[in-house]
């Protein structure tokens, strides 16, 4: 099953780098250019540079990050570990789903040896963009580095492994302890090799769920394809770094991600409701705010139901009968057809608006958002026809969806914190 290997990490000389935290940032692809442009002031060797990389004008961006990095490493900015190790990490927040619980999630940074999903260890659990694989090809190329770590979850009942980490947690301090302002990082080194073979013996039967990173590890097989293509010799081309957190980790925490239709001129909030008669149970609500309390009651409740807005009403649409999906969605998994956003893209966006599974992909009439307010105010701006709000896919769901070789729509999850960016790297070219 999963094979996972200690490695030697390329990590930051803060003697000559400067503070971890002004080194580190979040993934690349919720950064915007402005945000991107904060992080070089505050710090130019910031990982930024590498991972999401601008020529500025003429130039290849990834070309410029391919030189910037063999710069660093002769510099001394960057340097392998001297031994190779596990790494332990860790993230606390507050959580914002759970009325501002303090949480820990706790994992274990390592190179797992890259499968084909149809071998069924590492298994994904929603669709991707062809667009973010091509980029992240070209960043693979050019510089032979993993800057940022593929998410990743395992089932362990006995939590085994989670206990191991506490353990070795506790038997020093974190090699780096720093917060950005809303989550405080913590990273333990493991050079034991007793230890790093017990871990590693404990993943030999388990498989590995990718909870985010599906872009980036379907560009790992496709680089690996391509070097054994091209007669390249890069047997680091057989790993991919992850971090692998146990599925039922209390920190674990998920938001939901809501749609937002656009484009459609013949769209009419009160036609879609109609329509939507047949299947679902709909109130007329007074505010945003009831509207989540409906979708938190069903959620209790084990129900399905949705938001919708369309600028002048907001409604809650609740599933009369979840036997009705059997007969509408024949060809999938019990596990896929009581998924809310299975429900949600069949039901209403298929079905009712005429949104195929190519136009979803390529994001011609529906776009994706955390923010409820953005959501809103692309409805009332006039940018989007109407909006739906979900509640959050269970961790569960997503082990299960998996499990059966399925794929979630894309964009069904969206775990929080999301790992950061810059503290351990994988150069493997």
């Not at 002769?74 to 959580?95: A, K, V």
């Not at 010799?233 to 991600?257: K, Q």
């Amino acid at each position: 099953m999963a094979d996972i290997r200690p490695w030697r990490a390329l990590r930051y000389d803060l003697e000559k780098a400067g503070q971890i935290e002004e080194l580190t940032c979040p993934p690349y692809d919720i950064i915007s250019e402005e945000q991107r442009q904060a992080f070089l002031r505050r710090n130019p060797y910031n990982v930024i540079r590498l991972e999401l990389p601008k020529s500025g004008g003429e130039g290849d961006p990834y070309a410029s990050a391919g030189q910037l990095v063999r710069d660093w490493c002769t510099s001394g900015i960057l340097r392998q570990d001297m031994d190779e190790g596990f790494y332990i990490y860790e993230e606390e927040f507050l959580s914002q789903v759970d009325k501002g619980e303090r949480k820990a999630l706790r994992g274990l940074i390592c190179l797992v040896r890259l499968e084909e999903f149809s071998a069924g260890v590492v298994l994904p659990h929603e669709e991707t963009l062809s667009k973010a694989k091509e980029d992240r090809f070209r960043l693979m190329q050019a510089t032979g580095c993993n800057f940022s770590q593929i998410y990743s979850l395992y089932q362990d009942e006995k939590h085994i492994t989670r206990q191991r980490l506490d353990n070795l947690a506790a038997s020093c301090a974190p090699r780096y302890s720093f917060s950005d302002g809303l989550v405080t990082h913590r990273l333990w080194v493991v050079n034991d090799p007793v230890a790093i073979a017990a871990i590693q013996e404990d993943f030999a039967g388990r498989k590995l769920y990718i909870a985010d990173g599906h872009h980036r590890y379907e560009t790992a097989l496709n680089y690996r394809r391509w070097c054994k293509e091209e007669g390249k010799y890069c047997p680091g081309s057989e790993f991919v770094m992850m971090m692998l957190a146990d599925m039922a980790d209390p920190g674990l925490v998920v938001f939901p991600t809501h749609r937002l239709v656009r484009g459609l001129d013949s769209f009419n909030g009160h036609g879609l409701l109609a329509s939507c008669e047949d299947y679902f149970s709909i109130s007329p609500q007074a505010s945003q705010a009831d509207t989540q309390a409906a979708l938190d009651q069903a959620y209790a409740e084990g129900r399905h139901a949705f938001g919708f807005y369309d600028g002048v009403k907001w409604h809650a649409l609740t599933l009369r009968d979840e036997a009705a999906l059997d007969s509408l969605l024949p060809g999938i998994s019990l596990a896929s057809r009581r998924l809310d956003v299975t429900i949600l893209h069949s039901l209403v966006l298929e079905r009712v608006l005429g949104i195929d599974k190519e136009n979803m992909a390529n994001q011609v009439n529906l776009t994706y958002t955390r923010s409820v307010q953005e959501a809103v105010s692309s409805v009332d701006s006039g940018a989007s026809n109407g909006c739906f709000l979900l509640n959050p896919t269970r961790v569960e769901e997503i082990g299960q969806v998996a499990a059966n070789g399925e794929k979630m729509p894309q964009k069904s999850t969206y775990f929080y914190p999301k790992l950061i960016t810059g503290l351990v790297m994988n150069k493997f070219a």
